[in-house]
T-cell receptor, first 115, second 114 residues
Framework: NAGVMQNPRHLVRRRGQEARLRCSPM?????VYWYRQLPEEGLKFMVY????????ESGMPKERFSAEFPKEGPSILRIQQVVRGDSAAYFC?????????????FGQGTRLTVV | TQLLEQSPQFLSIQEGENLTVYCNSS?????LQWYRQEPGEGPVLLVT?????EVKKLKRLTFQFGDARKDSSLHITAAQPGDTGLYLC??????????????FGKGTKLSVIP
């Protein structure tokens, strides 16, 4: 049973370009979460999705960031017109259910560098 | 938003030593999780604690949840170089609209020197 798969592992973009980060959850998991980790900072929640629905996007910047989890295929985190401050590690996690005992399985992350 | 304070921020010890790291909050935790993150990897769940006073053991790791559920500790006995990593505590909380979130502390970066 493969774990959470994220790709690419490393992504370099010039300022103003678009970044697309992909996440395939574990088999049987319908809950997907995206987190951002800045250097010397903790993991910050961005968005929680279920198939075809955004449930909670309270951690997403209001502009340039969007996420989707289509019926078929991976979840996508999209960052338009990237700026240097977007450089960070972006982690996806999936879980089979949601609740106080939620066990989140994290992918290896995508490290975005904006030059 | 509940803030989680982890201490110490950095810890460097010799192989074989014991250590304890802490996670504290001004508010009550509904449930608390500990993760370990190795360089270049995602966090891996170690344990979930729910009940005040709860103690859980995972080989050389002992996790304790405070009676008032506002603090937790992780104790490692006879540390090994393989224990090196970033130890994160996370609060599981309900954020509304059917959404449970993990709120992480900044972590304790542990380095075990052979």
């Amino acid at each position: 049973n493969a774990g959470v798969m994220q790709n690419p592992r490393h992504l370099v973009r010039r300022r103003g370009q678009e970044a697309r980060l992909r996440c395939s959850p574990m088999k049987g998991h319908s809950h997907v979460y995206w987190y951002r980790q800045l250097p010397e900072e903790g993991l910050k929640f961005m968005v929680y999705l279920q198939k075809e629905n955004i449930i909670d996007e309270s951690g997403m910047p209001k502009e340039r960031f969007s996420a989707e989890f289509p019926k078929e295929g991976p979840s996508i985190l999209r960052i338009q017109q990237v700026v240097r401050g977007d450089s960070a590690a972006y982690f996806c996690a999936s879980s089979p259910f949601t609740g106080l005992n939620t066990e989140a399985f994290f992918g290896q992350g995508t490290r975005l560098t904006v030059v | 938003t509940q803030l989680l304070e982890q201490s110490p921020q950095f810890l460097s010890i010799q192989e074989g030593e014991n250590l304890t790291v802490y996670c504290n909050s001004s508010s009550v935790f509904s449930s608390l999780q500990w993760y370990r993150q190795e360089p270049g990897e995602g966090p891996v769940l170690l344990v979930t604690v729910v009940t005040g006073g709860e103690v859980k053991k995972l080989k050389r790791l002992t996790f304790q949840f405070g009676d008032a559920r506002k603090d937790s500790s992780l104790h490692i006995t006879a540390a090994q170089p393989g224990d090196t990593g970033l130890y994160l505590c996370a609060q599981v909380s309900y954020s509304g609209a059917g959404s449970y979130q993990l709120t992480f502390g900044k972590g304790t970066k542990l380095s075990v020197i052979p």
